[in-house]
């Protein structure tokens, strides 16, 4: 029983751990580049100060590791152009404990990758890595250190692009505009981004259904002003490349031409069929006398596109009892 005290591992340290504090960058608008460029710095330093030790031989989190990962996570939400690598760092064993130190090896990465799978769950859409980096002879017990990756500052257009190229926008079913948790969480960070902007935005949503398209367009502008995004929301329900959603700030010299002339077109169509639509007699495929001037209208207007292409969509609305669905859908097509 009796050993000797002086060879008892010492109690893990109190890592230091400074609560890191990271200002919203819609509050740095008015500083220089430089300046911004010294508080990311800032904030890198301060996140590679973190620490997280682990007692024992396991991966759980204590209240003050959660912490501690809450903490890196705000910062990676503010700026998710900055990656990050969880390095696991083994405990030195002893000499001639070879299996021991192996079991230590192994837990030191599997500690890396429950940091890494913890700080994704937070919402954080930055690459994150998890590494192991052997064993640290000093070291009495295992610690997973957070080493952030040197990058250049992006503006909100190009913050907003990347976002969304690594977190989409999800709904609960092909047929709904109702959210996912997962899509509430993308457009929080969006929302982060595009708060540091004054500039009117277009919110394109892809289309098979124009109802469901505008739907979802307004559902997501609705959860972008309960973040406090005050711009003006323009959203434009329209066909486009993939199936994702995009945000278009007036402004930045990174949006595409072409893509800019078709919303320039896009809008001009959408205004002109909202104030009189192309209606037709019941039943029939015949328009309405009022409606020859609309066709006119947007012929005009699509005369100067020669790169794109067009697509015609038309709706029943209600229909008597006596025409079946296959007689309305060749109706639809006539139309």
Do not use: W
């Amino acid at each position: 029983m009796g050993g000797c005290t002086s060879c008892r591992i010492p109690p893990p340290p109190e890592p230091v751990n400074p609560v890191i504090q990271c200002r919203p960058r819609c509050q740095l608008m008015r500083l220089s580049d430089e300046d911004k460029g010294y508080e990311k710095d800032r904030l890198l330093h301060r996140v590679s100060q973190k620490r997280l030790d682990f007692e024992g031989h396991t991966s759980c989190f204590n209240d003050r590791d959660l912490e501690v990962l809450r903490n890196v996570a705000e910062v990676l939400l503010e700026y998710p152009e900055i990656d990050l690598v969880f390095e696991g760092h083994a405990a030195f064993c002893g000499p001639g404990n070879s299996k021991r130190q192996d079991k230590e090896l192994a837990l030191s990465l599997e500690r890396a990758d429950a940091c890494r799978e913890k700080i994704l769950e937070l919402g954080v859409v930055s690459d994150v890595r998890s590494v192991s980096m052997g064993v640290q002879e000093k070291l009495h017990y295992g610690c997973v250190m957070c080493t952030p990756v040197q990058t250049k500052l992006l503006n909100v257009q190009q913050r907003v692009d990347l976002i969304l190229s690594r977190a989409g926008i999800e709904f609960l079913t092909p047929g709904s505009a109702q959210l996912t948790p997962q899509g509430l969480r993308t457009v929080s960070i969006l929302a982060r981004a595009l708060k540091e902007t004054p500039n009117r935005m277009s919110l394109v949503v892809p289309q098979t259904s124009n109802a469901i398209a505008r739907a979802r367009g307004e559902a997501i502008a609705c959860v972008m002003r309960e973040h406090g995004v005050i711009n003006e929301i323009n959203v434009v329900a329209t066909y486009v490349r993939g199936k994702q959603a995009s945000f278009r700030i007036e402004g930045f010299d990174e949006v595409d031409l072409q893509e800019e002339e078709r919303m320039r077109v896009q809008r001009q169509l959408i205004a002109l069929l909202q104030a009189t639509p192309l209606a037709f007699h019941m039943n029939s495929s015949e328009l309405l006398p009022g409606a020859q001037p609309v066709v006119k209208g947007c012929a005009e207007i699509l005369k100067g596109i020669h790169d794109m292409s067009v697509v015609v969509e038309a709706y029943s609305g209600s229909y008597t009892p006596e025409f079946s669905k296959i007689k309305m859908k060749e109706i639809m097509k006539q139309r």
